[in-house]
């Protein structure tokens, strides 16, 4: 589910450039090794080997970048601000399944960060004050000390075992 859940799943792109690495280095080795064994013009297979490095290269990184990404981002501070929340009906800027937005502000009413927010009923225009935690990438995590549901309450080691599997399928 998260980083080391695709991390797992990039091993086998690891794995297979792995193999083809090495293959592509003893296409170049091996006539050195045993020249009357093995025919010098095997060098020519060399690159489709080599792109098969490159490609699983891409392979991992491709299945690593929003993981990684993610993670970076959690790296970044978590605000907390004693101002204000607001929140707003939709624009016309809006996308179709938007609700309106959520925005914290600061005692002086300037808008520290907005969200959008999805939703079917339309969100009031409402501002009222409040102790509000928050990180840029994540949304509000609890307001007046209130968990949003952004984050979970309980973290188990490593993530594991954080989606349940006793869920009732409707």
């Known amino acids: 589910m998260g980083f080391f859940g695709r991390l797992s799943i990039a091993i086998e792109p690891l794995l297979c450039g792995l193999v083809f690495g090495v293959i592509t280095f003893g296409v170049f080795v091996a006539p050195r090794l045993s020249p009357k064994w093995v025919n010098p013009d095997i060098v020519v297979i060399a690159p489709v080997f080599g792109l098969g490095v490159l490609g699983s290269a891409l392979w991992a990184l491709c299945?690593?970048?929003?993981?990684?990404?993610?993670?970076?981002?959690?790296?970044?501070?978590?605000?907390?601000?004693?101002?204000?929340?607001?929140?707003?009906?939709?624009?016309?800027?809006?996308a179709d399944d938007s609700n309106g937005y959520i925005a914290v502000l600061t005692d002086d009413r300037i808008v520290a960060c907005e969200w959008p927010t999805l939703g079917e009923i339309e969100l009031p225009n409402a501002t009222r004050p409040a102790l509000c935690e928050f990180s840029e990438y994540g949304g509000v995590h609890s307001i007046d000390g209130r968990s949003t549901g952004v984050l979970p309450s309980r973290m188990p080691a490593l993530g594991v075992g954080m989606h349940s599997r006793k869920e009732e399928i409707v």
């Open 63 to 94: 299945v690593m970048f929003a993981p990684a990404r993610a993670l970076a981002h959690t790296l970044r501070p978590i605000y907390v601000v004693d101002g204000y929340i607001r929140y707003r009906t939709r624009d016309t800027g809006s």
